[in-house]
């Protein structure tokens, strides 16, 4: 059977290259980059180069790179970390202007979420963030919520896109933390990244972004951007699962997340997956070499896709069209479709794709992400989405546009719902 894989935005093949260069980690290279034997030594040096190829992608120093478990860890760090840090007595100038004096708060608090404490009549720490964040950013704000940290989700508009203004006017002197996603996930909309952190950098605020959907897809400049945290992850960049990167700009003071060894010089302890960190590196560098070329074939190839969907198959829809978006994604509405029937159906044909939605307890919920863009509860069920990779290829495509209209065709023909949507492909 055909298989054609077009759910690289949840995660994608390990390089070849890659694999090659973790194997020795495993077997020969095994040893614990903290031992000072010259085993020791060399995996030690592996991890520095990996750190040097980490920061060569986001034009960042070599030592603001923390390896991590991946882009969830590396998100839970920023924000918990950024919190903690607003939590010690002495932090950043308050906001000029109007800005009444920062309330003094209680003394340092360790960092862990669970340890989050106000002094009564001080004002808690304020989070900005977006409704539409990833659930790494979105339930490590809820948990700080219930603990008393003040939080702004701010709104997007039918693109999926943040205005600037909203976040200038949402700012307050207690905010610790601006944390605004790079891409979406699911429709693959960038946000105007550079806009948002000069305005966090004017109020001296720092800011996070979570770059795990726009790292090798697009060109990322940790100064062009303003970032001061920046979150990434190996396996969207075909790396390997479970190894990822905070960026932490110099001078930005984050509270750490773990204790214990000296690791990372104690501020992310643990014994370093040095196989993994050394895939991280590999792909990394690879992206950077292979980034514009695979961009201009990618977005020709979904852009086909698109177009090729749309003329095919009444009653569908582009999510998020019109918004600067990753080369590789697109979000499709198929009126009148039970998106995980297509789903599946499209799995038993050889496509694998996926709804933009979060299971939980047996019941698929409407995505956060399109019932924020103002999808409806049936239209944001109907929706699916195609993520391409490295690998796509031209004739996937033309399988995929051969494949589609007909299944979807037959599902609402299927379909008590909506008659109008029976029309044959
Ligand atoms: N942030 C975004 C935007 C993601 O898409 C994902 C994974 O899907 C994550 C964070 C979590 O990354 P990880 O799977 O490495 O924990």
Known sequence: MTRVYLDHNATTPVDPAVLDAMLPYFSADFANASSIHTPGQRARAAAETAREQVAALLHAKPAEIIFTSGGTESDNHAIFGS?????????REPLPATAPTRPATNAPT?????????TSGSAAPHLITTAIEHEAVLNTCQALEQQGVAV????????????????????RPETALITIMHANNELGVLQPLAEIGRIAKEHKIPFHTDAVQSAGKIPLDVNALHADLLSLSAHKLYGPKGVGAL????GVKVQQLLYGGHHQRGFRPGTENVAGIVGLGKAAELTQHSLASDAARISALRDQLERGLLERIPHTRVNAANAPRTPNTANILFSGIAGEALVIALDLKGIACSVGAACSSGAVEPSHVLTAIGLSHDEAKSSLRFSLGRHTTAAEITFALDTIPHVVAQLRALSPINETHRAAP
């Not at 919190?83 to 932090?91: E, N």
């Not at 360790?110 to 106000?118: E, G, V």
């Not at 960026?247 to 110099?250: A, I, N, P, S």
């Open 83 to 91: 919190v903690a840090q607003a939590l010690l007595p002495v932090r």
């Open 110 to 118: 360790p960092p862990s979420s669970s340890s989050t404490s106000f």
């Open 152 to 171: 702004t989700y701010l709104s997007v508009n039918r693109d999926g896109l943040v205005d600037p203004q909203e976040l200038r006017a949402a700012l």
């Open 247 to 250: 960026y932490v700009r110099t």
